[in-house]
Nanobody, 121 residues
Framework: QLQLVESGGRLVQPGGSLGLACAAS????????LGWFRQAPGKERERIAC????????DIADSVKGRFTVSRDATKNTLYLQMHSLTTEDTALYFC??????????????WGQGTQVTVSS
């Protein structure tokens, strides 16, 4: 019954900022390990962040560390991704995902539909 819905993707100029949201329904996100992924045309899917269940501890990929942050709002049952200093290399379809594993798995069980982020002048 868990459903994930991403929102917030749009066209942004290089150097700009953008926030994405992943709204969950059916289960509480605090009991799930969560991930943000992105995939650009012709490239493999890349995991950019992970939020661990209960504790809320985070891992950020080296490719976006220092520019992207993740957070979790238990009251709103929503996962967020804040992106800054965006470049054209950040253009991709962004997905959120969830799993019941305590670690950050390579393959998540639940996925949202994705939201498009395009960085261009």
């Amino acid at each position: 019954q868990l459903q994930l819905v991403e929102s917030g993707g749009r066209l942004v100029q290089p150097g700009g900022s953008l926030g994405l949201a992943c709204a969950a329904s059916g289960e509480s996100l605090i009991y799930l390990t969560l991930g943000w992924f992105r995939q650009a045309p012709g490239k493999e899917r890349e995991r950019i962040a992970c939020v661990y269940k209960v504790s809320g501890s985070t891992d950020i990929a080296d490719s976006v560390k220092g520019r992207f942050t993740v957070s979790r709002d238990a009251t709103k049952n929503t996962l967020y991704l804040q992106m800054h200093s965006l470049t054209t290399e950040d253009t991709a379809l962004y997905f959120c995902a969830a799993d019941r594993a305590s670690h950050c798995p390579d393959t998540f069980q639940y996925w949202g539909q994705g939201t498009q982020v395009t960085v261009s002048s």
